[in-house]
């Protein structure tokens, strides 16, 4: 389970490696062009449900922590699923990747 620390605190949000890696490319592509946005994320099993948004600019530390030492093999069909909502006014909804039968996702 990675993590993103944001702002200037401690805590930290807890996503699932591969997620973060792919959430991580389409955050970095959309504040390196000085874009402000928010991420929507439902909160996992183990907590009571529900769900948060944050909102993400530029001027707002921000750092990711994968637990696998060794990064993620990327998805350009999730990266382009994330980069759409990230385009919408909705923000970046964190969505499960779509696998199809076979890939090894069984």
């Known amino acids: 389970m990675g993590q993103i620390f944001y702002g200037a ?3 930290a949000v807890e996503i699932e490696d591969r997620a973060l890696a792919h959430l991580k490319v389409v955050i970095a592509t959309k504040l390196r062009r000085g874009e402000s946005f928010t991420v929507s994320l439902t909160h996992p099993d183990s907590d009571e449900g529900g769900r948060s ?6 001027s ?3 750092r990711f922590v ?3 030492p060794e990064p993620a093999e990327i998805s350009r069909e999730w990266i382009e699923e994330l980069a759409r909502s990230a ?3 909705g923000g970046i909804v964190l969505l499960p990747e779509r696998r199809e039968p ?5």
């Not at 076979?102 to 069984?106: L, M, P, R, T, V």
Request: hydrophobic share 35%; aromatic share 14%.
């Open 60 to 62: 707002i530390p921000l």
């Open 102 to 106: 076979g890939d090894g996702a069984e």
């Open 66 to 68: 994968f637990d696998d």
């Open 87 to 89: 385009h919408s006014s």
């Open 9 to 11: 605190g401690e805590t």
């Open 53 to 58: 948004t944050l909102w993400f600019a530029p």
